[in-house]
């Protein structure tokens, strides 16, 4: 079963990695889900960043906030401190 983590369990959709799709086979699929097929295979989109990536972001700017706050200029979080 393929599932983004942004995705909700209602859209989860099981694809057989075996089995070789078509653009048939994608016209056939939920509104809801964001997938592409490449070479038969199917692949889901996410809808957003991946979490890994929104987590590392906001490490970052946790990090770089006091030395924004500090200096006075445009802060990572608020815009202007």
């Excluded at 599932?3 to 653009?23: E, G, L, V, W």
């Excluded at 979490?51 to 490490?59: D, Y």
Aim: with cysteine.
């Amino acid at each position: 079963m393929l599932r983004s983590p942004n995705m909700h369990k209602a859209i989860t959709m099981k694809f057989d990695q075996n089995n070789c799709y078509t653009y048939g086979d994608y016209l056939n699929f939920p509104d809801d889900i964001r997938a592409e097929i490449i070479d038969g295979k199917v692949y889901i989109k996410y809808s957003g960043n991946p979490p890994i990536h929104q987590k590392l972001l906001l490490e970052i700017m946790m990090q770089l906030h006091p030395y924004f706050k500090e200096k006075k200029v445009l802060s990572p979080l608020h815009g202007t401190c």
